[in-house]
């Protein structure tokens, strides 16, 4: 079972085509793994070994991103209907500390040269903690 789960805010009125929004939700998680190893410090403790990429032993009290290294962890979508709505995740996100990677696409194959707001992720959490930012959301 996982200690921990990382959120995927999906913008559900923009109609994304699936591999779009596959594309979206990648970036979205990418970049929230990337927010937290800074945030943490532990850009530099990244070592890839033939079975994937892992964390480092750092003695370092362990951490929902090091149990994400280590254990996985569940990714859960869900949407929202709006940019509105997805910028007051982030936003209740930041209030609470916890970061949130918005993505903006360029525009280039879906939104017609405009760059649009299309997801977000949080980076990995306790789940009660989760909960309280996205718990009233429903499963994408």
Request: include cysteine; charge should be negative; aromatic fraction near 4%.
């Amino acid at each position: 079972m996982y200690r921990s789960k990382m959120m995927i805010v999906m913008r559900r009125d923009l109609k994304m085509r699936k591999g779009k929004i596959a594309a979206q939700a990648g970036h979205a998680a990418i970049e929230a793994i990337l927010m937290a190893l800074h945030k943490e410090g532990r850009c530099e403790d990244i070592i890839s070994t033939s079975e994937g990429m892992c964390l480092a032993e750092s003695g370092k009290t362990e951490t929902p991103l090091s149990e994400w290294f280590s254990y996985g962890c569940a990714k859960i979508c869900v949407y929202v209907d709006s940019e509105e709505e997805l910028m007051a995740i982030a936003a209740k996100a930041e209030e609470k500390g916890v970061l949130a990677a918005v993505i903006t696409d360029a525009g280039m194959t879906e939104f017609h040269g405009v760059p649009t707001k299309t997801c977000l992720a949080l980076e990995p959490l306790p789940s009660n903690i989760a909960d309280e930012i996205t718990g009233g959301l429903p499963l994408y």
